[in-house]
C-alpha cells in the first residue's frame, strides 16, 4: 500500500509522459493531474471530452454505443433496431444485465438482437426500403411491441439514409411511434455524443407526442431518471422512494417503457442518478415543463442517506418522516454490514476507472468500509463530472482522464492498490498482473449495489475480490521485484 504526497504524485505523471513523443506528452499532460479540493472548477487542472490520440490506445465506445447500450436499449416494451452491418449490433445486445420484468420476445425485448445487416449492396444502393420493410415485418412478428427505435450505425451516415422520412412513414402504416436516431459511431469523441443524441431524440420524437395522454397525478410523484437496472439497482432505489410515500411514476431506461417516458412530464420532480447521461433531457423538462431535477446517488450508508434526506427536503413533513423512519429501520441492517466487513477492509487502497457516474458515486460507499480511493478517472466524462469529483476526493490524489493501458499498468505499479475497480476491457490485464479486481461497468455479474441492500451486497463482493485465496498465488510487479531481490542477495 503506498499513499504519495502531491509532488511524488506530480513526479509520478512526469514519469509517464516521458514515453511519448513531445506532441502527445503536451496533449497527454493536459488529462492528467494531482487532485485539489480548493479549485472549484476542474477545467483549470485537467482537460476532458477531447478526441483520443490516433495510435494511444483508449477505452472509450461510440456514439452509437452510448445510444443503443446506454439511453434506448434498456427501454424494454420497444424493438430497437441496429441499422447497419451485423457487428454493431451483435456485440449490443445484452451486455449490461438491465434487468426487467417481462416476457422476452412477447412483450418486453431488451435483451434481443434486431438488425438490418447491412450487406454490400445496401452500402452501394443505399438500405431505405430495407428498414421499411423490416420495420413492417417486425411489428406482424411482435405486435405487442410498443414502438421502434432506428439506431443508425456509421454507414448510414456516410450513405445518407434518410431514415427520419422512413421513421415518419411506417409510424404512420403501423401506427405506433418509430424513432430515428441519428447515432453513428463517428459521431463526437465518445459514447458520450451518443446519450446527447438519445437524450435530444426522446425530446423531439417522445415527450413532444405525449399531448392526449391521460394520467392522475398526486403531489408525491417523482421519475427516476439514468438508472439502468443493472443487476436491480433501479428495483432497490424504487422501494425506499416507495418507502418514503413516493409514488415512482416512471423509471428509464431500465425496466422502462414508452408509457413512463411519456407521463415523465407530470411528475413533480426528476431523480437523476446518471448525469453524464440524462443530464440533458432532465434540463430540457426543468426548462420546458418546470419539473426540477435532482441529482441523488444511493452508493454506500452515508450518500444513501444524504440523498433520501435532501429528496425528502423537497416534500412535506410527512415524507421527511417518513424518511427518517425508513432511515433507522435499516440501521441495524447497515450497523452489521460494517461490523463484518469494514475490519476486514479497513485500510485497504482502490484505484477506479469507470464511465458514468461511478468515479465519483462509489467513492463513499468505499470510504464507509474504511477503504480509501487513491487515484480515479472517467473513460468520457466532461468537466462537470470532474467538478463533481474534485470535493470527493482527497487531497493529492490522481485523477485521471481518457487513460491508456500503459498509463493505469504505470500508475497501478507505483501507487500499489489493494485493488482495481474498472471495466471489462481492463479485467484480465491487471488480474493477471496479481491485483484483485471488480468490474464496476455491470457489478461483475452480481449486485444490486443501490440502496441498502444493494450495500451489502457491495461489501461482500469487496471482501471476496481482496479474500480469494488466488491471489497468495499471483504476485504483483512489485512484490515481483522485491522477490527476485532477495533471491540475487541470497
Known amino acids: 500500500m503506498t499513499t504519495l504526497s502531491r509532488e511524488e504524485t506530480e513526479a509520478l505523471i512526469a514519469e509517464v509522459l516521458e514515453v511519448y513523443p513531445e506532441k502527445a506528452k503536451k496533449d497527454r499532460a493536459k488529462h492528467l493531474t494531482v487532485n485539489d479540493q480548493s479549485i472549484e472548477q476542474s477545467k483549470k487542472c485537467i482537460t476532458s471530452n477531447r478526441k483520443t490520440l490516433p495510435g494511444v490506445m483508449t477505452v472509450r465506445g461510440c456514439a452509437y454505443a452510448g445510444s443503443k447500450g446506454v439511453v434506448w436499449g434498456p427501454i424494454k416494451d420497444m424493438i430497437h433496431i441496429s441499422h447497419g452491418p451485423i457487428g454493431c449490433g451483435q456485440f449490443s445486445r445484452a451486455g449490461r444485465r438491465n434487468y426487467y420484468v417481462g416476457t422476452t420476445g412477447v412483450d418486453t425485448f431488451a435483451t434481443m438482437n434486431f438488425t438490418s445487416d447491412f450487406q454490400e449492396k445496401d452500402i452501394v444502393f443505399g438500405g431505405d426500403k430495407k428498414l421499411s420493410k423490416l420495420i413492417e415485418e417486425i411489428d406482424q412478428l411482435f405486435p405487442l411491441n410498443k414502438g421502434i427505435s432506428v439506431q443508425s450505425e456509421c454507414p448510414i451516415g456516410l450513405i445518407g439514409d434518410d431514415i427520419e422520412a422512413i421513421a415518419k412513414k411506417t409510424s404512420a402504416a403501423i401506427g405506433k411511434p418509430v424513432v430515428p436516431v441519428r447515432c453513428e459511431g463517428f459521431r463526437g469523441v465518445s459514447q458520450s455524443l451518443g446519450h446527447h443524441i438519445a437524450n435530444d431524440t426522446i425530446r423531439d420524437w417522445v415527450l413532444d407526442k405525449r399531448d392526449g395522454v391521460t394520467m392522475e397525478t398526486t403531489p408525491y410523484d417523482v421519475a427516476i431518471i439514468g438508472d439502468y437496472n443493472i443487476g436491480g439497482d433501479a428495483w432497490a432505489t424504487r422501494i425506499l422512494l416507495e418507502e418514503m410515500a413516493l409514488r415512482v411514476v416512471a423509471q428509464w431506461s431500465g425496466d422502462g417503457t414508452l408509457a413512463e417516458m411519456m407521463n415523465t412530464p407530470k411528475v413533480k420532480l426528476n431523480l437523476l442518478h446518471c448525469y453524464r447521461s440524462m443530464n440533458y433531457i ?3 423538462m426543468e426548462e420546458k415543463y418546470g419539473i426540477p431535477y435532482m441529482e441523488y446517488n444511493f452508493f454506500g450508508l452515508t450518500k444513501i442517506i444524504e ?19 425508513v ?18 477492509l479497513q485500510g485497504k487502497k482502490v484505484m477506479l476507472y469507470v464511465g458514468g457516474l461511478r468515479p465519483r458515486h462509489i467513492i463513499g460507499a468505499y470510504e464507509d468500509l474504511g477503504m480509501e480511493v487513491v487515484g480515479t478517472g472517467y473513460e468520457f466524462g466532461h468537466n462537470d463530472d470532474y467538478d463533481r469529483t474534485i470535493k470527493e476526493m482527497g487531497n493529492a490524489t490522481l485523477i485521471y482522464d481518457d487513460a491508456n493501458g500503459f498509463e493505469l499498468e504505470e500508475f497501478v505499479k507505483r501507487i500499489k492498490p489493494d485493488m482495481v475497480g474498472s471495466g471489462i476491457k481492463e479485467k484480465y490485464i491487471f488480474q493477471k498482473m496479481g491485483i484483485p479486481f471488480r468490474q464496476m461497468h455491470s457489478w461483475d455479474y452480481s449486485g444490486p449495489y443501490h440502496g441498502y441492500d444493494g450495500f451489502g451486497i457491495f461489501a461482500r463482493d469487496m471482501d471476496i475480490a481482496l479474500s480469494n485465496p488466488v491471489w497468495n498465488n499471483l504476485l504483483p510487479p512489485w512484490k515481483k521485484v522485491t522477490a527476485e531481490a532477495v533471491k540475487e542477495a541470497a
Open 282 to 284: 432532465s434540463r430540457h
Open 307 to 325: 440523498s433520501m434526506r435532501r429528496i425528502a427536503a423537497f416534500f412535506d413533513d410527512s415524507v421527511k418522516e417518513k424518511c427518517e423512519a
Open 327 to 344: 432511515i433507522a429501520r435499516y440501521q441495524p441492517m447497515v450497523d452489521a454490514v460494517i461490523a463484518r466487513f469494514k475490519p476486514r
